[in-house]
């Protein structure tokens, strides 16, 4: 699997944008970028995926640069719910199995 | 509904006991996975089954024996575990497992395994 680099960790007020950023310089053409997070003592949930064009759902907007070589998790306004760690993760469309590779993630701390 | 239940959510074992892990699912997923996360560390793929059928297993020691008796159970046997075996142990689902596009996960809580 194509690997993805994230920070280790930021900080964010309640309330204001997140931007989280993923770096996958050797995507391939069939890999699509998900994002998974682990809130506290949970299991990981799925937050959004995306192949191209940037996408938007209840949760979140992912941002996909042009040459695909990176991409960026926008949480609009966060909230103190929102503290987890992200995690960038490649899917190939043709590998012919849809398994999870994590990554160490983006550890997302959140402040009133 | 969307969920994946794990029991029990706690279980300490001693190096001897045999001992095993239930997930449960309704939503009519046809894949079904083990992953082993270690504190601090993101998950990693332990077992994946297909159609009731095991389809990859990460090289797992044989102390973990995965089992999926039918399309909405499955069952991790742990017998003769290690200390360092300790960690946290979630199941996942989705509707399926191979194929083009992508199959989001439904991750349960997991159940937190220590071994004395």
């Known amino acids: 699997d194509a690997k993805t680099t994230q920070p280790n960790s930021m900080e964010s007020n309640e309330e204001e944008p997140v931007h989280l950023p993923c770096n996958h310089s050797?995507?391939?053409?069939?890999?699509?970028i998900h994002w998974y997070r682990q809130l506290p003592s949970q299991g990981p949930e799925y937050v959004i995926h995306?192949?191209?064009s940037n996408v938007n759902n209840r949760m979140a907007s992912l941002a996909i640069a042009e040459d695909r070589k990176s991409s960026t998790l926008i949480l609009h306004r966060a909230t103190l719910r929102d503290a987890a760690v992200y995690y960038c993760i490649l899917r190939d469309a043709n590998s012919g199995y849809s398994t999870l590779t994590f990554g160490k993630g983006t550890m997302l701390l959140v402040s009133p | 509904d969307t969920e994946v239940t794990q029991t029990p959510k706690h279980l300490v074992m001693g190096m001897t006991n045999k001992k095993s892990l239930k997930c449960e699912q309704h939503m009519g997923h046809r894949a079904m996975y083990w992953y082993k996360q270690k504190a601090k560390k993101p998950p990693e793929l332990m077992f994946v089954y297909s159609y009731e059928k095991l389809s990859i297993n990460e090289s797992v020691p044989s102390r973990f024996s995965p089992e999926c008796p039918n399309s909405s159970l499955l069952n991790l046997h742990l017998h003769a575990l290690q200390p360092e075996d300790s960690a946290l142990y979630l199941c996942?689902?989705?509707?399926?497992?191979?194929?083009?596009?992508?199959?989001?996960?439904?991750f349960g809580p997991g159940t937190r395994l220590t071994v004395l």
């Open positions: 995306g192949l191209t």
């Open positions: 996942a689902s989705s509707q399926g497992h191979s194929g083009t596009g992508y199959y989001e996960q439904f």
């Open positions: 050797t995507i391939s053409g069939t890999d699509y």
